[in-house]
């Protein structure tokens, strides 16, 4: 059983940081491969990509967020992080981690490739 478990939200004023962790349990699997990602989805918009790694390293990073945000995957503790630097009021939503069975390169942004989720940690930037 896949079991995902976001922190570290909060709210922030407009140019500050977060980082955020995500707890990953996953049992093993013939899948050594994985790509693990951060969606956001603010109210009445739809689910977007903000960043996925892949098990053997290459990234992917939505363009909205690119030079800001950064993902990275600690395979000692199985944790993935989002550090999110320059916040702006548009990146306030809610944040979750996600896992896809199976490498691929680069890591897909896309919802619809992701088989487990996390429940989410709410994000609000102010200005």
């Known amino acids: 059983q896949v079991h995902l478990v976001e922190s570290g939200g909060g709210s922030v004023l407009a140019g500050g940081s977060l980082r955020l962790s995500c707890s990953v349990s996953?049992?093993?699997?013939?899948?050594?491969?994985?790509?693990l990602a951060w969606f956001r989805q603010a109210p009445g918009e739809e689910r977007v990509g903000v960043a996925a790694?892949?098990?053997?390293?290459?990234?992917n990073y939505g363009d909205s967020v690119k030079g800001r945000f950064t993902i990275s995957h600690d395979r000692a503790t199985n944790t993935l992080y989002l550090q999110m630097n320059s916040l702006k009021p548009e990146d306030s939503a809610m944040y979750y981690c996600?896992?896809?069975?199976?490498?691929?390169?680069?890591?897909?942004?896309?919802?619809?490739?992701?088989?487990?989720w996390g429940q989410g940690t709410q994000v609000t930037v102010s200005s």
């Open positions: 996600a896992l896809k069975w199976g490498g691929w390169k680069p890591p897909p942004l896309a919802d619809t490739e992701y088989q487990h």
């Open positions: 996953r049992p093993t699997s013939r899948y050594s491969n994985y790509c």
């Open positions: 790694i892949d098990s053997n390293g290459p990234t």
